[in-house]
């Protein structure tokens, strides 16, 4: 699951049947992996949001999280 979420990350054009076929095979249903990749995909998509409109991290959240 996560090595799925990090390809889908930093290399989502790289992303191929097989590897949903390897998550099938380790047990996630197809609901599952459908979760991994809407959440993956929301977070990419709120990050690049926040970023684009040069929203700031609250003071209360340390740098080097």
């Known amino acids: 699951m996560l090595e799925m979420a990090t390809k889908l990350t930093r290399e989502p054009g790289k992303v191929v049947e097989s590897d949903v076929g390897r998550l099938r095979r380790v047990g996630f249903s197809d609901r ?4 991994i990749v809407e959440v993956t995909a929301y977070y990419a998509y709120v990050n690049r949001i926040a970023d684009g409109l040069g929203v700031r991290v609250e003071d209360w959240i340390p740098e080097d999280s």
């Open 32 to 35: 599952d992996i459908l979760d």
